[in-house]
């Protein structure tokens, strides 16, 4: 391929990038960064004048050429200070593919270079195994991921939910006490009815009042915590089943 | 007729073989027997061909590079099968955790909570996190296409040194084979870790390197090899010291040789100035590195010593409460051995056939010191702390290896192949078997029930929902303690910032005070000044030991028995502090929040 055409696709395909997603569909945007990096790698090449046997040792440092130009091209986003960014490597793929290009062009407006006719052959050499791979390969992964699993281990968690969740020291527990959100999920168990109990301090307040919990299911619910008996540092406990949420607080009344 | 055999054998041959490797991991997770069996068989039903494919005469060039491609690209569905959906390996979150956080912040050189040193070599996550902001695609699903590149590069990456060394493409191939036969090419340098895409880089460097030091367009391959080698040093710290040795082996082995004084001039200029590159990037950019490194080969080394001095103190039994089949522990202890006796007969050849070029011929003299190196190495899998450091060398020494030993299989192919081809066959296998099983543990290669204390096997749904719920509801980036295994799933997937304890902070001392006892206030003083928020809790650690013994960290003052350390009082005492709130219990985790404000105590 004449460098012209190279830098073409190379340039085509930074453009069609600096789009990005989502307005690109990803199968499109990696066929498209493979073209410019297959690209920008061969004009790695061209540009000192390398050449490599067998065709395959050209192709694979091509590629490896490549992939590195990548993390340099972040490499000198970072220290330019510009946010690594869909259209920030965009651009700098496009301005090393610019760069590359014309010293390759500076250098064969010297001299020239031939084509290899081998190369063209060995590309469909990679390809092929490359695409069976991706047939065979993909198609054991995806059998893979299909099959059935072994069951992993469920659990039920409670915690503190809404502004409870911002709970970072001890609560002031107004008169008629305080409504506490506690999101209580479950997964992978089977739905159960569990106990709710509420203790202030060793005590409990009530006796246990029970809350059934669907199988694989997230939700909220409000329970009531009495005032305590003073303003000394009261601890609180939500339990329902096993589980727990435990915070500290203070009535209203003098310690 | 060139073509369609090999296409239509290793087609076939790579399905029937993805079909074993599904079963062999479908054995394993539900506990069926056959499960290494089945594993050995999906291997080799491909591999076997692939190699017979690659030495053949008749395939040309381009054939050849065909069955190494599809070699590479089989040989990296193991690791794909294992966990195509996510990370897994210790590593692998911490590796995902930094290329997410580029995604998110746009910056580079981060610091990572998991191994501290990963943000100072972004080479692999400046790519997959360019990758996946350019294509739309998952930082995992950008990972794995770089990976599987990386690892065909690889194999490609060995043929072509292998050719300009030896000018042949038999030659070549055998040596991409037998590089693939070292112990971290399956599983270790396949996951998502700098040294996956660092070791290509570097084997194509040696490939830059090798034209720079032969010519001709001298000036253009000495650039190229400084390209390379700079972005080998800004992708992994062991890969870039490992490269220096190589170069430095190189240019000591041209140095005084006939003929070669230009060729060992640019060898030592090359080696110099990407010493210096490494040199400058640990000492500017990533000072961190050698505080990191030194442990490991500090205690590794007095390890050694102990095994030498007072018969066997410091050292590891090898394979010890191992779930791996008798031949894979048999091939194990046999694959050092065969290496020996085959660099024996390599080197026995490369005496009596000299190469006329006096570069080529200080190229090979290289690859067989580089290959010698392995058999001290293996020295240090005797130890504890020298194992990981040990296995991770063989990718390099076996590279000189690999290097060394082609020609003589291609001699012994040519010359009596009736008897070779069988006898080679045996021997990739129990190499290929062996070197696998002394590489990685059986529970990092497959699935397998829920088990606390595997870097592989401790992460449920649990702990995700729980690291997930605490990102939601708190955000992230907050300074939390926890133990290793949940620090990985709340250090990656929960985009925290968790500390698992060290010796001058030891955060484990939190969950070892006893019940009614205070925590040590130096330690309760240091957490507040630090402004950590939150305390993780999994209480399955006084119900089980950790399968790897490690409970946090590998210097951790506990007890490893086999018994769990930690009593549930020891775990649950925090439901009775009131500097701690428990704001989220699953019954296996719990998530407190630090309230130091009320150390002062209740009133």
Redesign the interface.
């Given at each position: 391929m004449t460098t012209i055409r190279l830098l073409a696709a190379a340039l085509a395909a930074s453009a069609l990038?600096a789009v990005?997603?989502?307005r690109?569909?990803?199968p499109v945007?990696?066929l498209a960064?493979l073209a410019a990096v297959l690209a920008v790698g061969e004009l790695?090449l061209r540009a000192?004048?390398?050449?490599?046997?067998?065709?395959?040792?050209r192709?694979?440092?091509g590629?490896?050429?490549g992939?590195?130009s990548?993390?340099?091209?972040?490499?000198a986003l970072?220290l330019a200070r510009v946010?690594?960014?869909?259209h920030s490597?965009?651009a700098g793929l496009a301005a090393l593919t610019l760069l590359l290009g014309g010293a390759v062009l500076l250098r064969e407006r010297a001299g020239g270079r031939e084509a290899d006719p081998?190369l063209p052959?060995?590309f469909?050499?990679?390809a092929?195994?490359?695409l069976?791979?991706l047939v065979?390969?993909g198609?054991?992964?995806w059998?893979?991921?299909r099959?059935p699993?072994?069951p992993?281990?469920?659990?039920?968690?409670?915690?503190?939910?809404g502004w409870a969740?911002g709970?970072?020291?001890?609560v002031a527990i107004p008169r008629g006490g305080l409504d506490v959100p506690i999101?209580v999920?479950s997964?992978?168990e089977p739905a159960i009815v569990a106990p709710l109990s509420v203790i202030v301090d060793t005590l409990r307040i009530a006796p246990p009042h029970p809350v059934p919990i669907a199988a694989d299911t997230a939700g909220s619910i409000h329970v009531h915590v009495p005032t305590p008996p003073n303003g000394?540092?009261h601890?609180i406990?939500i339990s329902l089943g096993?589980?727990?949420?435990?915070?500290?607080g203070r009535g209203p009344a003098p310690? | 007729m060139t073509w369609t055999a090999p296409t239509v054998t290793l087609t076939l041959t790579g399905a029937a073989g993805a079909t074993a490797l599904v079963a062999a991991d479908r054995a394993a997770e539900w506990q069926r027997p056959g499960a290494f069996a089945l594993f050995w068989l999906g291997m080799l039903v491909f591999t076997l061909p692939a190699a017979y494919w690659a030495v053949r005469r008749q395939p040309g060039p381009a054939p050849r590079t065909a069955v190494l491609v599809a070699y590479g690209c089989f040989t990296y569905l193991p690791k794909l099968l294992r966990n195509p959906a996510g990370p897994l390996y210790h590593d692998e979150y911490a590796h995902w955790r930094q290329s997410h956080e580029i995604l998110l912040d746009g910056r580079l050189f981060e610091a990572n909570p998991i191994v501290r040193v990963v943000g100072d070599f972004p080479g692999l996550h400046a790519t997959v996190a360019a990758l996946a902001a350019l294509t739309g695609v998952s930082v995992w699903h950008a990972a794995l296409a770089v990976l599987i590149a990386a690892h065909v590069l690889v194999v490609l990456g060995v043929a072509a040194l292998a050719e300009q060394l030896w000018r042949d493409g038999r030659t070549a191939a055998v040596a991409a084979l037998a590089y693939g036969l070292n112990s971290s090419f399956l599983f270790f340098d396949t996951q998502f870790g700098y040294e996956s895409l660092a070791i290509p880089l570097m084997i194509w460097t040696l490939v830059a390197l090798h034209r720079a030091i032969r010519g001709p367009q001298r000036t253009g391959w000495i650039a190229g090899t400084l390209l390379l080698a700079a972005a080998t040093v800004v992708t992994h710290h062991l890969t870039a010291l490992g490269l220096v040795a190589i170069m430095l082996i190189f240019a000591a082995a041209l140095t005084g040789r006939r003929g070669c004084r230009p060729a060992a001039w640019t060898a030592w200029l090359l080696t110099l100035a990407v010493a210096g590159l490494v040199a400058g990037w640990l000492c500017w950019v990533a000072p961190k590195t050698a505080g990191y490194l030194d442990p490991y080969l500090g205690k590794a080394l007095n390890q050694i010593a102990g095994i030498l001095n007072d018969s066997g103190s410091g050292g590891r039994t090898l394979f010890k409460q191992s779930v791996a089949p008798w031949y894979e522990q048999k091939a194990a202890f046999a694959a050092p051995v065969l290496a020996l006796a085959a660099t024996a007969a390599a080197a026995w050849r490369l005496r009596r056939h000299r190469d006329p070029d006096p570069v080529d011929r200080g190229g090979a003299v290289a690859a067989l010191l580089i290959g010698l190196c392995y058999f001290p190495a293996a020295l240090l899998i005797l130890t504890p702390s020298g194992a990981e450091g040990a296995r991770r060398t063989w990718a390099f020494s076996y590279l000189g290896l690999a290097l060394l030993v082609a020609p003589t299989a291609v001699a012994l192919l040519d010359r009596k192949a009736r008897a070779a081809g069988p006898a080679l066959a045996a021997l990739f296998t129990v190499l290929l078997v062996g070197n696998t099983a002394a590489g990685m543990n059986p529970s990092y290669r497959f699935p397998g029930p829920a088990t606390y204390g595997s870097d592989t096997r401790s992460i449920t749904p649990e702990v995700r929902a729980a690291a997930d719920w605490l990102r939601a509801t708190q955000g992230r980036d907050l300074r939390i303690v926890a133990d290793r295994y949940s620090g990985l799933v709340f250090g990656s997937y929960g985009d925290q910032f968790p500390v698992t304890g060290s010796v001058t902070f030891p955060t484990y001392d939190l969950y070892l005070t006893q019940p009614g006892r205070p925590v040590p206030p130096p330690l309760l003083h240091q957490l507040s000044e630090w402004d950590f928020g939150y305390l993780i809790v999994d209480r399955r650690m006084a119900e089980q030991a950790p399968e790897i013994g490690i409970y946090f960290e590998t210097n951790e003052p506990i007890p490893h028995d086999g018994r769990p350390a930690f009593t549930l009082g020891q775990l649950t005492k925090f439901d009775h502090t009131p500097w701690t709130i428990k704001i989220y219990d699953s019954g296996d985790i719990a998530i407190y929040r630090f309230d130091f404000s009320t150390l002062g105590g209740p009133q």
């Open positions: 990038l990005g997603p989502p690109v569909p990803p945007a990696v960064l790695w000192p004048a390398l050449s490599l046997e067998p065709p395959a040792g192709i694979g440092l590629l490896v050429c992939l590195i990548l993390p340099l091209i972040a490499l970072y946010p690594i960014r869909a490597l965009a081998r052959w060995t469909g050499a990679i092929l195994p490359v069976v791979a065979v390969g198609t054991a992964v059998a893979y991921a099959l699993h072994p992993q281990p469920g659990y039920t968690s409670v915690a503190l939910d969740a709970i970072a020291g001890p999101r999920s997964a992978g000394c540092l601890r406990e096993a589980a727990s949420t435990v915070f500290y310690c | -």
